[in-house]
């Protein structure tokens, strides 16, 4: 097969090195608006023959449509306000894709319905957050009768926390993922909303010495896919990081400079968190050879032939030494390289905007994990049987 990365950033290069090494793929194309970032992408994979280059705007729609005709499907791996520019590229040009986030709400129906049509499928949020976590969730559910509770922590740090946040971007992109506003959780069966930056319960990590925070981050609406979930009585996503992370957000958010709105200052309009994010990014972008950790835990509860049951997934990733890759590359890329193969392979055949939750399940999930372990991503799981309900 041939697959197209879209994305010489943090992330694309390492889904075109995971496909490079595939003896399924007989040619991978990366696709960068910079010829220099492509370059030295091109470089550090060590100039492969399968890997093929190119210099391409996604915004230009027929440019890239010419540039995906001929693949088999497309990995997306771009700053969030590009990826719908991608989906549409993927599907005039008649290529499935995966996608590391997924298109605004406001697109979802549009993007589907075109796909549909024209037979394309293409997988949203199939990265480790989201993606990998859903999926998990959707994979311990599956295994339990009912379900009472879902609960969700996720969260990429450094290895070496430093001033003035202990956190480093490692995702991409010039901008700290700091989004005030309510998020979604459930308790006691309703849906209700609080402050994203609201603190939950301190969690530890096996080999991480010391306790972490996390904050409430909503969960995703891609649960509802899972039909035993429409009767969970309790549901949250949280993200980790290290301790006095939100205590730092929340005074920045105080003080208006996370705020979008324009302000007036010295006669121009100017953006109070784009003016912010333009002095703090220096001090918290991720440089080369910096190390980070990727944690990850999915508790699934309910009930499961009379007992009470919980499934738990733990994961702690490091950055890979061997071969300079990062842990959120790893964990988010060779996800979304292992799930581009399976739409190569026609695994999946729905069409249309499809959740991984949907599709990516049973056989096709295990075969996931395992390829995953064999990169080195290890999920550990844990049964815990409570007692025996009368």
Do not use: H
Request: with cysteine.
């Amino acid at each position: 097969m041939k697959i197209a990365v879209l994305g010489a950033g943090l992330m694309g290069p390492a889904i075109a090195m995971d496909c490079i090494n595939s003896d399924e793929v007989e040619e991978v194309l990366l696709i960068d608006i910079d010829r220099e970032r492509l370059n030295k992408a091109a470089a550090k994979l060590g100039n492969p023959q399968k890997l093929k280059t190119r210099v391409q705007d996604v915004t230009d729609r027929q440019g890239l449509v010419e540039a995906l005709r001929g693949y088999d499907v497309a990995g997306i791996a771009l700053l969030r306000w590009l990826n719908v520019d991608a989906m549409w590229g993927a599907i005039e040009a008649g290529v499935n894709a995966v996608d590391l986030s997924g298109p605004a709400e406001k697109d979802w129906a549009e993007i589907n319905g075109a796909a549909e049509k024209t037979g394309v499928t293409i997988i949203p949020g199939c990265g480790v957050e989201p993606g990998l976590t859903e999926m998990l969730a959707a994979y311990g559910m599956d295994m339990l009768d009912s379900v009472e509770a879902v609960d969700i922590w996720c969260g990429g740090i450094p290895q070496d926390p430093k001033p003035p946040l202990d956190y480093k971007i490692v995702f991409g992109g010039p901008y700290l993922p700091l989004r005030p506003g309510m998020v979604k959780v459930i308790e006691d069966g309703e849906v209700r909303y609080v402050k994203r930056y609201t603190l939950g319960d301190p969690i530890c990590f096996e080999g991480i010495d010391r306790v972490l925070e996390c904050f409430y981050d909503g969960f995703p609406d891609t649960l509802y896919e899972v039909e035993k979930f429409k009767g969970v009585k309790r549901c949250t996503e949280k993200t980790v990081r290290y301790p006095g992370y939100c205590e730092k957000v929340n005074f920045l958010d105080q003080c208006g400079l996370l705020s979008r709105e324009p302000i007036e200052f010295k006669g121009q309009k100017i953006v109070p968190f784009e003016v912010f994010s333009k002095i703090i990014y220096p001090k918290v972008r991720l440089e080369e050879g910096e190390k980070d950790i990727t944690v990850l835990r999915v508790i699934v509860e309910g009930v499961k032939d009379g007992c009470q049951t919980r499934y738990t997934f733990d994961m702690v990733d490091r950055y890979d030494d061997e071969r300079g890759i990062t842990s959120m590359a790893k964990t988010t890329s060779y996800t979304a390289a292992i799930v581009a193969r399976m739409l190569g392979r026609g695994d999946v055949s729905e069409k249309g905007l499809v959740p991984p939750v949907r599709v990516i399940r049973g056989d096709l999930f295990r075969r996931l994990r395992r390829e995953l372990a064999e990169r080195g991503v290890s999920i550990k799981q844990t049964v815990t049987t409570k007692r025996e309900i009368s």
